[in-house]
T-cell receptor, first 113, second 115 residues
Framework: GESVGLHLPTLSVQEGDNSIINCAYSNSASDYFIWYKQESGKGPQFIIDIRSNMDKRQGQRVTVLLNKTVKHLSLQIAATQPGDSAVYFCAEAYGGSQGNLIFGKGTKLSVKP | ETGVTQSPTHLIKTRGQQVTLRCSSQSGHNTVSWYQQALGQGPQFIFQYYREEENGRGNFPPRFSGLQFPNYSSELNVNALELDDSALYLC??????????????FGPGTRLTVL
């Protein structure tokens, strides 16, 4: 696998603030993108997804933005809560399905009460 | 809770040994994918099984193999273990939809340590 350091990028925010987590994806042919949340000792949990024919999608307290020109994805979390503290991964897939997910390196979100 | 279960939760092996990890998929899901997650990294796709056959494989050597059973549960086998195989192994189950594989639901993983 790819060689990366053990230290994840970390984003530290105050409870109640908005959080923005960024991700650069690798494959210009990818047409489906997903954000996952992974808490310590657990598997990744689906948050929100977006297809390449959209540039924005909103869920409950979360918004995903897709910029295909620069191959960039972002996750915005409104009114961040302590329970949002986790590692967040973006993942990409192509062919209109999730058959083979390619995960990014992850960002650790730390919410200060 | 996703309904995907994995066993064992933790496992310690020595170099050269063989290991089998197990996964029970969520009810109604017929596709199972396996991922390896090294410490501090994102999960990496190993392979996927659908209808008891391998249906896609990532950049992993042949000593990583799998099975899927008629009840859609799955096994991951790793032969000739190496130190670098130490990782969290994740199983994800998903339904097969008309447009392809649906959302993947992950289990809690098996933590493998190779000494």
């Amino acid at each position: 696998g790819e060689s990366v350091g053990l230290h994840l990028p970390t984003l530290s925010v105050q409870e109640g603030d908005n959080s923005i987590i960024n991700c650069a994806y690798s494959n210009s042919a990818s047409d489906y993108f997903i954000w996952y949340k992974q808490e310590s000792g657990k598997g990744p949990q689906f948050i929100i997804d977006i297809r390449s024919n959209m540039d924005k999608r909103q869920g409950q307290r979360v918004t995903v933005l897709l910029n295909k020109t620069v191959k960039h994805l972002s996750l915005q979390i409104a009114a961040t809560q302590p329970g949002d503290s986790a590692v967040y991964f973006c993942a990409e897939a192509y062919g209109g399905s999730q058959g083979n997910l390619i995960f990014g390196k992850g960002t650790k979100l730390s919410v200060k009460p | 809770e996703t309904g995907v279960t994995q066993s064992p939760t933790h496992l310690i092996k020595t170099r050269g040994q063989q290991v089998t990890l197990r996964c029970s998929s969520q009810s109604g899901h017929n596709t199972v994918s396996w991922y390896q997650q090294a410490l501090g990294q994102g999960p990496q796709f190993i392979f996927q099984y659908y209808r008891e056959e391998e249906n896609g494989r990532g950049n992993f050597p042949p000593r990583f193999s799998g099975l899927q059973f008629p009840n859609y549960s799955s096994e991951l086998n790793v032969n000739a273990l190496e130190l670098d195989d130490s990782a969290l192994y994740l199983c994800a189950s998903s339904p097969r939809l008309a447009g392809g594989v649906g959302e993947q639901f992950f289990g809690p993983g098996t933590r493998l340590t190779v000494l």
